[in-house]
């Protein structure tokens, strides 16, 4: 059995310009697991349909396969409880705050941005294992730590004579080496991102604006793309037109938006139509198009896949019109 672990990084992704979706559509390919007639990874992370990779790795030809995972909604409730319990007593507090203190500390570490080598590298396996030693010892294992150790046994029974890359949490990776003989981190200290993880990385920063942003560089830069596959040129639109619709041109905004949505077809990430077709169907409301809006909206609830955000946006654009709010 050889089983590589790719770390993830759950919604983080979005967040590293040098580890992202993009980038581990490239270290996949770099590990040679995609190869024509079988490409696949096993899926050993967040259950979430919208996660991101759920969106790169298909659209890069590379399957995901499922089946390693089981739903954990019920340890994440009797945490909630402990948590409740633990927070009328004032030694329950204290251990609460050790155990927040050993989280804010990893959290630290890994939002900040990253080489994919430094990702798999040992100061980041030494803090994770760092993290949950500090989160035991605070609450011990059960309810307190969500049933990890009952959770990676499971996994890693599951993943017992599997061959492959699998993608798993980057926290979780130190567990399953322990568990999984013969399992390795990938060598990333040769491999560099490439244009799948530039341009991911430029269409996630478009997406999240920020007070100090130069707008104009920003449109530019999205406007002299042509896309790929992970990152297709109606998603660069969609997020021009984002930014458009932040400093309130509507026309503009309107006119990208009506080109992502015409370039839309069964090939781009299952998301994007949602996300574009529920930001179409604000701008038009917002011009008072109310008839084409309702029916974009209603275009959104009626894919077989959209977004949670996109969803909730459409939905509430169906029960009051949207309206452009600049002020604050």
Do not use: C
Request: proline letters at 6%; glycine letters at 8%; charged letters at 25%.
């Amino acid at each position: 059995m050889s089983l590589t672990l790719v770390p993830d990084l759950g919604d983080l992704l979005r967040l590293h310009p040098q580890y992202n979706a993009g980038t581990v559509v490239e270290i996949v390919r770099h590990l040679g697991a995609a190869h024509p007639g079988q490409v696949e990874v096993l899926w050993a992370s967040d259950t979430d349909p919208d996660h991101p990779l759920r969106d790169a790795l298909p659209a890069a030809r590379i399957g995901i396969r499922d089946g390693f995972t089981a739903d954990w909604a019920w340890a994440e409730a009797e945490h909630g409880q402990l948590q409740g319990f633990l927070s009328q007593y004032p030694q329950g507090r204290e251990r609460l705050r050790g155990a927040a203190g050993a989280e804010r500390e990893f959290a630290t570490l890994v939002t900040t941005p990253m080489a994919p080598a430094q990702v798999v590298g040992n100061e980041v396996m030494a803090a994770a294992r760092a993290y949950h030693a500090a989160t035991r010892a605070a609450l011990d294992e059960g309810p307190g730590t969500h049933w990890r150790e009952k959770r990676l046994s499971e996994l890693a029974v599951k993943l017992s004579g599997q061959t492959g890359v699998v993608i798993a949490p980057l926290d979780d990776l130190p567990g399953l080496l322990d568990l999984l003989p013969g399992s390795h981190l990938p060598d990333l200290t040769a491999f560099a991102p490439g244009e799948t993880s530039r341009l991911r990385a430029l269409a996630d920063r478009a997406w999240q604006l920020r007070e100090d942003d130069d707008l104009n560089a920003l449109l530019a830069a999205l406007d002299r793309e042509s896309g790929d596959a992970v990152t297709p040129g109606a998603e660069l639109s969609a997020a021009a037109a984002g930014i458009y619709l932040a400093v309130g041109d509507l026309k503009a905004a309107r006119d990208l938006l009506e080109r992502a949505a015409h370039a839309l077809t069964d090939d781009v990430p299952r998301s994007l139509t949602g996300l574009t077709l529920a930001r179409l169907g604000q701008v038009r409301d917002a011009q008072g198009d109310r008839d084409l809006a309702t029916r974009t909206y209603r275009a959104v609830l009626a894919l077989n896949h959209a977004p949670a955000v996109a969803r909730a946006a459409a939905e509430a654009g169906l029960k009051e019109p949207f309206s452009l709010n600049l002020e604050g």
